[in-house]
Every structure is written in structure tokens, then in C-alpha cells.
């Protein structure tokens, strides 16, 4: 059994910082790549960022872009995610998401990964 447990999420004023770590456990597993979701209430999960285990190759949405910066730590099986100046519109319940191998789906794409964590809550005020 692999998990992923998120944390990091709270409530922060506009224009603050706030750093989600990702922590995998349990079975070992392989791992291509690991991203972020999020879902705001009322809407579908949307991609946020994605790194590739092996390069540190990393890309982002395009609304978080030089705002939010994913990382990973090979020896602790962690991913993160450092959001600077975050916006009302960042508020949503934040998903890390692990895939064990390379899917036809691209990282874009949730079908690409095969464990998720449970989600944290992130709330930005105005």
C-alpha cells in the first residue's frame, strides 16, 4: 500500500507564502513523476505543477508560473510545492499525486498518476 500525506495548507493573507509538502510511504514504489492538483469549490481538479523523478524537469499552469515553484527530495520521497505571492484565486483543496511509471496520459493529465493524497486545505483572504 502506498501513501501520499500532504500538509502545509492553512489560511494566509493575499500576497503570502505558503510551502505543501508531499511525504510518500509504505510499499516502495518506482516513481516517473509527481505533481500537484488543485480544486477550488464548485469546480474540477486542474493541474497546478508536475516534476519528473529522474531530471528535476518541472513545468507548471500557466497562472502559478514564477509564483509557485515544485521540488523533491530523492532521499525522503517527498515533493514540494513553495507558492509565493498567492492570490484569493489559489484557494483550493491542494492534491499531491505520485506516478509510478510513464502513462500514454501526459503529466498534464490526472490519468497519468497512480496515488493521490487526501488533499489540504488552502485559503487565501483578500
Known amino acids: 500500500q502506498v501513501q501520499l500525506v500532504e500538509s502545509g495548507g492553512r489560511l494566509v493573507q493575499a500576497g503570502g507564502s505558503l510551502r505543501l509538502s508531499c511525504a510518500a510511504s509504505?510499499?516502495?514504489?518506482?516513481?516517473?513523476?509527481m505533481g500537484w492538483f488543485r480544486q477550488a469549490q464548485g469546480k474540477e481538479r486542474e493541474f497546478v505543477a508536475t516534476?519528473?523523478?529522474?531530471?528535476?524537469?518541472?513545468d507548471y499552469t500557466d497562472s502559478v508560473k514564477g509564483r509557485f515553484t515544485i521540488s523533491r527530495d530523492n532521499f525522503k520521497h517527498t515533493v514540494y510545492l513553495q507558492m509565493d505571492s498567492l492570490k484569493p484565486e489559489d484557494t483550493a483543496v491542494y492534491y499531491c499525486?505520485?506516478?509510478?511509471?510513464?502513462?500514454?496520459?501526459?503529466?498534464?493529465?490526472?490519468?497519468?498518476?497512480?496515488?493521490w493524497g487526501q488533499g489540504t486545505q488552502v485559503t487565501v483572504s483578500s
Open positions: 499525486a505520485a506516478s509510478a511509471y510513464r502513462h500514454s496520459s501526459s503529466v498534464y493529465n490526472a490519468a497519468a498518476y497512480d496515488y
Open positions: 509504505g510499499r516502495p514504489f518506482s516513481t516517473y513523476a
Open positions: 516534476i519528473l523523478w529522474g531530471s528535476a524537469w518541472t
